[in-house]
Protein backbone atom coordinates (compact mmCIF):
# COMPACT_ATOMS: atom_id res chain seq x y z
CA UNK A 1 0.00 0.00 0.00
CA UNK A 2 1.03 3.54 -0.56
CA UNK A 3 1.91 5.74 2.25
CA UNK A 4 -1.49 7.94 2.95
CA UNK A 5 1.24 11.06 3.23
CA UNK A 6 1.37 11.07 -0.74
CA UNK A 7 -1.85 11.37 -0.82
CA UNK A 8 -1.95 14.63 -2.21
CA UNK A 9 0.96 14.63 -3.79
CA UNK A 10 -0.04 11.45 -6.04
CA UNK A 11 -3.30 13.03 -6.92
CA UNK A 12 -1.80 16.58 -7.91
CA UNK A 13 0.40 14.94 -10.11
CA UNK A 14 -2.14 12.67 -11.45
CA UNK A 15 -4.54 15.13 -12.00
CA UNK A 16 -1.97 16.71 -13.60
CA UNK A 17 -0.52 14.76 -16.06
CA UNK A 18 -4.18 13.72 -16.96
CA UNK A 19 -5.41 17.23 -17.76
CA UNK A 20 -2.09 17.25 -20.41
CA UNK A 21 -3.27 14.30 -22.24
CA UNK A 22 -6.85 15.44 -22.13
CA UNK A 23 -5.34 18.22 -23.98
CA UNK A 24 -4.04 16.08 -26.36
CA UNK A 25 -7.47 14.02 -27.12
CA UNK A 26 -9.43 17.16 -26.77
CA UNK A 27 -7.48 18.48 -29.87
CA UNK A 28 -7.87 15.49 -31.43
CA UNK A 29 -11.64 15.64 -30.91
CA UNK A 30 -11.69 18.99 -32.20
CA UNK A 31 -9.33 19.33 -35.45
CA UNK A 32 -9.09 15.47 -36.32
CA UNK A 33 -5.60 15.39 -35.67
CA UNK A 34 -3.03 14.21 -33.07
CA UNK A 35 -0.61 17.13 -32.14
CA UNK A 36 1.36 15.39 -28.86
CA UNK A 37 2.36 19.34 -28.32
CA UNK A 38 -0.47 19.89 -26.12
CA UNK A 39 0.85 16.95 -23.34
CA UNK A 40 3.44 20.14 -22.26
CA UNK A 41 1.85 22.53 -23.62
CA UNK A 42 -0.19 25.46 -21.40
CA UNK A 43 -3.45 26.85 -22.33
CA UNK A 44 -5.72 24.54 -23.58
CA UNK A 45 -9.05 22.58 -21.99
CA UNK A 46 -8.79 21.42 -19.51
CA UNK A 47 -6.73 23.47 -17.57
CA UNK A 48 -3.97 21.57 -15.82
CA UNK A 49 -3.26 24.14 -13.28
CA UNK A 50 -6.60 23.88 -12.09
CA UNK A 51 -6.84 20.64 -11.73
CA UNK A 52 -3.39 20.55 -10.44
CA UNK A 53 -4.17 22.84 -7.83
CA UNK A 54 -7.71 21.49 -7.37
CA UNK A 55 -6.40 17.78 -6.28
CA UNK A 56 -3.97 19.41 -3.94
CA UNK A 57 -6.77 21.22 -2.04
CA UNK A 58 -9.30 18.53 -2.36
CA UNK A 59 -6.80 16.06 -0.83
CA UNK A 60 -5.79 18.10 1.90
CA UNK A 61 -9.18 18.62 3.24
CA UNK A 62 -10.05 14.22 2.87
CA UNK A 63 -6.59 13.91 5.00
CA UNK A 64 -5.82 16.62 7.08
CA UNK A 65 -9.95 18.03 7.45
CA UNK A 66 -11.88 20.43 5.56
CA UNK A 67 -11.77 22.69 8.56
CA UNK A 68 -7.94 22.75 8.65
CA UNK A 69 -5.49 25.62 8.27
CA UNK A 70 -3.54 23.49 5.77
CA UNK A 71 -6.50 23.33 3.83
CA UNK A 72 -7.51 26.66 3.97
CA UNK A 73 -4.70 27.63 2.94
CA UNK A 74 -4.38 25.49 -0.45
CA UNK A 75 -7.98 26.44 -1.19
CA UNK A 76 -6.59 29.80 -1.42
CA UNK A 77 -3.55 29.29 -3.35
CA UNK A 78 -6.05 27.50 -5.91
CA UNK A 79 -7.68 30.05 -6.00
CA UNK A 80 -5.22 32.78 -6.98
CA UNK A 81 -3.48 30.16 -9.34
CA UNK A 82 -6.70 29.59 -10.85
CA UNK A 83 -7.64 33.18 -11.10
CA UNK A 84 -3.99 33.85 -12.88
CA UNK A 85 -4.90 31.12 -15.57
CA UNK A 86 -8.04 32.81 -16.62
CA UNK A 87 -7.14 36.31 -16.43
CA UNK A 88 -3.67 37.64 -15.90
CA UNK A 89 -2.23 35.20 -18.21
CA UNK A 90 -5.07 34.66 -20.77
CA UNK A 91 -4.53 38.44 -21.57
CA UNK A 92 -1.04 38.73 -21.35
CA UNK A 93 -1.35 36.41 -24.37
CA UNK A 94 -4.01 38.30 -25.87
CA UNK A 95 -1.32 41.42 -26.09
CA UNK A 96 1.17 39.28 -27.64
CA UNK A 97 -0.91 38.97 -29.85
CA UNK A 98 -2.08 42.22 -30.16
CA UNK A 99 1.36 43.57 -30.57
CA UNK A 100 2.63 40.96 -32.97
CA UNK A 101 -0.21 41.75 -35.48
CA UNK A 102 0.49 45.86 -34.61
CA UNK A 103 4.30 45.13 -35.62
CA UNK A 104 2.94 43.04 -39.25
CA UNK A 105 0.43 45.89 -40.14
CA UNK A 106 3.14 48.49 -39.45
CA UNK A 107 5.75 46.59 -41.94
CA UNK A 108 3.39 45.85 -44.33
CA UNK A 109 1.60 49.42 -44.64
CA UNK A 110 5.03 51.66 -43.96
CA UNK A 111 7.67 49.24 -45.47
CA UNK A 112 9.48 50.17 -41.92
CA UNK A 113 11.80 47.38 -41.30
CA UNK A 114 12.30 45.88 -38.04
CA UNK A 115 15.74 45.28 -37.59
CA UNK A 116 16.27 44.80 -33.51
CA UNK A 117 16.12 41.10 -33.02
CA UNK A 118 13.26 41.68 -30.40
CA UNK A 119 10.69 42.28 -33.33
CA UNK A 120 12.63 38.37 -34.95
CA UNK A 121 11.48 36.47 -31.54
CA UNK A 122 8.57 33.85 -31.78
CA UNK A 123 6.58 34.68 -28.53
CA UNK A 124 3.94 32.21 -27.24
CA UNK A 125 0.53 33.79 -27.45
CA UNK A 126 -1.73 31.31 -25.73
CA UNK A 127 -0.23 31.27 -22.07
CA UNK A 128 -3.57 31.36 -20.36
CA UNK A 129 -6.87 29.59 -20.08
CA UNK A 130 -10.63 30.63 -20.96
CA UNK A 131 -12.66 30.40 -18.44
CA UNK A 132 -14.30 27.17 -19.28
CA UNK A 133 -11.09 25.72 -19.46
CA UNK A 134 -10.34 26.54 -16.16
CA UNK A 135 -13.99 25.06 -14.88
CA UNK A 136 -12.83 21.57 -17.17
CA UNK A 137 -9.37 21.67 -14.94
CA UNK A 138 -11.12 22.30 -11.60
CA UNK A 139 -13.86 18.93 -12.41
CA UNK A 140 -10.60 16.83 -12.86
CA UNK A 141 -9.05 18.18 -10.03
CA UNK A 142 -11.99 17.19 -8.34
CA UNK A 143 -12.40 13.70 -9.56
CA UNK A 144 -9.16 12.19 -9.27
CA UNK A 145 -8.44 12.56 -5.23
CA UNK A 146 -12.32 11.15 -5.05
CA UNK A 147 -10.88 7.99 -7.15
CA UNK A 148 -7.71 7.98 -5.47
CA UNK A 149 -8.90 8.54 -1.82
CA UNK A 150 -9.94 4.67 -1.18
CA UNK A 151 -6.19 3.44 -2.51
CA UNK A 152 -4.82 6.02 0.68
CA UNK A 153 -7.00 6.13 3.21
Not at 17 to 33: D, E, F, H, M, S
Not at 43 to 70: M, R, Y
Not at 111 to 123: H, S, T, V
Request: glycine share 8%; aromatic share 12%.
Amino acid sequence: MIPSSLYPLVTALLSNILAQVGKTVVYYYRTGKWDLHWVIASGGFPSSHSSTVTALSLSIGIQEGFDSAIFAVTTIFSFIVMYDACHVRYYSGKNIELTQQLVKDLREMTGLRFDDPIYQEKLKNVLGHKFVEVIGGFVVGLIVPLILCPLFL
